[in-house]
């Protein structure tokens, strides 16, 4: 299946934009007014210059979207102490088609994979996940609605978030054991989410994009499409259809979204909301793991 990048209006758009290497050299900024000024200098080097290698790993991210148009979050790169719990989240998406989107954060972005029939728990079900752009890491708070018109249109949902680590040859890896085995295109990974956790890996495939994702054998394995069984939002307990109400979501996004709901799919009420959220740690910051991994 086609990535969304591969659209043709979206190409279009993205070629009618001043390009992040035009806008940063100066004159050109000004051709880009929906863009928050100061986004290539706030991840500076301190030499008054803009970081172009921190930027540029977000910089298709921003390309593809209007900023003054969409409620997506510009994209600027962070810079977080390393040895801190690295997060992951999972975004069911009705765009053209419905996808999740599952997220890794590594060196500072949400590294993407759009995953058309989601994560499955069971090792016999091989999941296609093809990479995408990276995102910004304020992209994992992101729910609500794309306008119609705009790159990805439709409406997002939080449906799992967490906690994720390589895992090296002999317990948890470090960012360093990221790049090796994303080089390597086979990244062995443990999970800690509300609905999913555990072992599993990436493998590539084909070409630079394609890559299947898979569950490992442990005792998080479970034979069911969860999907289907956990639909709802892991932050506000909503369905996809009550996301898209409440963010003013078109009749045809709005259409979409009840569509994307398994049949039957309610809202959480506010007294199950509590009892299912009050199991995820904080929900403002980086979510704590439950259980800590045996090696870390
Ligand atoms: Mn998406």
Redesign the pocket.
């Known amino acids: 299946m086609k990535t969304?990048s591969a659209r043709p209006s979206e190409r279009r758009r993205a070629s009618d934009r001043p390009r992040i290497s035009d806008d940063a050299r100066g004159p050109d900024r000004r051709r880009a007014p929906d863009r928050p000024p100061n986004a290539a200098d706030s991840a500076g080097t301190g030499t008054g210059l803009p970081d172009l290698s921190q930027y540029g790993r977000l910089a298709e991210y921003n390309r593809k979207r209007h900023f003054g148009v969409t409620p997506e979050p510009a994209g600027t790169p962070v810079q977080r102490p390393a040895g801190h719990p690295l997060e992951f989240v999972v975004?069911k998406?009705r765009?053209r088609q419905l996808?999740y989107?599952f997220r890794l954060e590594h060196r500072g972005v949400m590294l993407s994979w759009?995953v058309p029939k989601g994560p499955s728990p069971d090792p016999a079900v091989k999941r296609l996940a093809m990479e995408?752009e990276p995102h910004p890491m304020d992209y994992n708070q992101f729910e609500g609605v794309i306008p119609e018109g705009e790159y990805?249109g439709g409406t997002?949902m939080i449906w799992d978030k967490g906690v994720w680590a390589p895992i090296a040859p002999t317990g948890l890896g470090d960012e360093a054991e990221a790049d090796r085995q994303l080089k390597k295109g086979d990244l062995k990974f443990v999970l800690l989410g509300e609905k999913l956790s555990g072992s599993w890996v990436l493998v590539r495939t084909r070409g630079t994009r394609q890559w299947l994702l898979i569950k490992h054998q442990d005792e998080y394995v479970r034979h069911e499409d969860v999907a289907t069984t956990r639909p709802l939002s892991v932050v506000s307990g909503r369905t996809l259809a009550a996301i898209a109400e409440a963010a003013g979501a078109s009749p045809r996004q709005l259409g979409d979204a009840v569509a994307a709901d398994p049949p039957g799919a309610v809202t959480a009420t506010s007294a199950t909301r509590r009892r299912s959220t009050s199991k995820s740690a904080d929900r403002q910051g980086t979510p704590r793991p439950r259980t800590r991994p045996a090696k870390r």
């Open positions: 969304q975004q998406h765009a996808h989107d759009a995408t990805g997002v």
